[in-house]
């Protein structure tokens, strides 16, 4: 197939195999117009590194720190596993 169009199937898409284009279908995505305006339904904004002080029970954050320990994989439902560590940090003050 030559240039791609927006109402082109997404099967035509390099690296699209047919497996790939019956999963797209599925989630309602055919042409490359679908899989240009399909956002997700959530995401994680990773861009904002938190200070200790911050933190409460159930907020999901990133922080960077030091693991002073060994990761421990707990299994908690199936397909689902919480990773425990203690790591050290360095303290700033804002």
Partial sequence: ????????????????????????????????????TFYPREYEDRRRINVFRELYNEKIVQVIGIAISEVKNIRIRNKMTIQKVVFEIQRTEK
């Fill in 1 to 36: 197939m030559g240039k791609l169009e927006l109402n082109s199937s997404v099967q035509y898409i390099k690296g699209v195999g047919d497996k790939m284009a019956k999963y797209l279908n599925k989630l309602d995505i055919c042409t490359i117009y679908d899989i240009l």
